[in-house]
């Protein structure tokens, strides 16, 4: 922020924190809501190692990092954790159903979901990664004198 003015880039970095941290945070609290144990169990039929512990860290990453990139505080630790989910999530998920969000349905008659919406996720988590929040951020610290 150059003479203390707000640039295109930092408002862009801002609408990008926002969108991916409502994002994530939505469906952190959707697993909450249907049952962390439900969600263990899915983690499970996966053939993921240690399924409950996995959707608490999943569960905290989602609600947690999103709330990191919102504030803008500790973003790279937040972006960090949401890109390392969504990696989870396309390789051990999404990847054998395709690219395309919504494919035919299968023989179950479950919608399956391709990989496209968690990598545009992911580009934005890796985005805030790379970039750093922008200069609209929830600031703490001491104000300075003067």
Known sequence: ?????????????????LALGGIVIAHGVQKLQGGVSVYADSLGSLGLPYPYPLA????????????????????????????????????????????????????????????????ACLAMALCVLLTGPGSITFKVGKKKEG
């Open 56 to 119: 608490i860290a999943v569960i905290a990453a989602e609600i947690g990092g999103g709330a990191l990139l919102i504030l803008g505080l500790a973003s790279a630790v937040g972006a960090l954790a949401i890109a390392a989910l969504l990696v989870l999530a396309i390789v051990k998920i999404h990847w054998k159903n395709g690219f395309f969000l919504a494919k035919a349905a299968s023989a179950t008659g479950q919608v399956l979901h391709g990989y496209e919406y968690a990598l």
């Open 1 to 17: 922020m150059a003479g203390g003015k707000i640039g295109g880039k930092d408002v862009g970095l801002l609408i990008l924190r």
